[in-house]
């Protein structure tokens, strides 16, 4: 008797255990908006604060996709490999459309930053819901995820 229930609790704890929750977010195999749909665009500017060492770059994305994008942003590190550098845009970018002017202190172009990581998100012109993709440039691969929102 005492075996029995020691196996039905066991069997309970694993079936548990082998059980999916659905926290709000879907996987998707393949992204409808590629890092290469959305173009940086770059150049040198004056800083707000006259500094002869280094000017601060400007820059701006176009989205060349299908999709609306509604935030963006690119991580990596300057060439001399010590600091940290992020590009990030939020505002909501239809398509061909391009975003504001923005300016980021730490490198001079984009030639400067070696760029390992891309997040981005778009609506899906179908079902409306939000797209959120994860691009690792070293491994060359999408991770793609379809958030619901209402959760």
Not at 83 to 105: F, H, K, M, W
Request: hydrophobic share 30%.
């Amino acid at each position: 008797m005492k075996k029995g229930i020691i196996m039905s609790l066991l069997l309970m704890f694993l079936l548990t255990g082998c059980v999916s929750f659905n926290d709000g977010v879907e996987e998707v195999k393949k992204p409808d908006v590629y890092v290469d749909d959305i173009k940086i665009t770059s150049w040198k500017g004056e800083p707000e604060v006259p500094n002869p060492k280094y000017k601060e770059m400007c820059y701006y994305i176009t989205n060349n996709s299908k999709y609306t994008l509604t935030q963006f942003n690119a991580e990596g590190t300057v060439s001399n490999g010590t600091e940290q550098y992020d590009l990030l845009v939020t505002q909501t970018l239809r398509p061909g459309e391009r975003s504001a002017d923005d300016i980021n202190p730490g490198a001079d172009t984009l030639k400067d930053v070696e760029f390992t990581n891309y997040t981005y998100r778009y609506i899906d012109n179908k079902d409306k819901k939000t797209v959120e993709v994860h691009y690792d440039v070293k491994l060359d691969k999408y991770e793609v995820f379809k958030l619901d929102e209402d959760k």
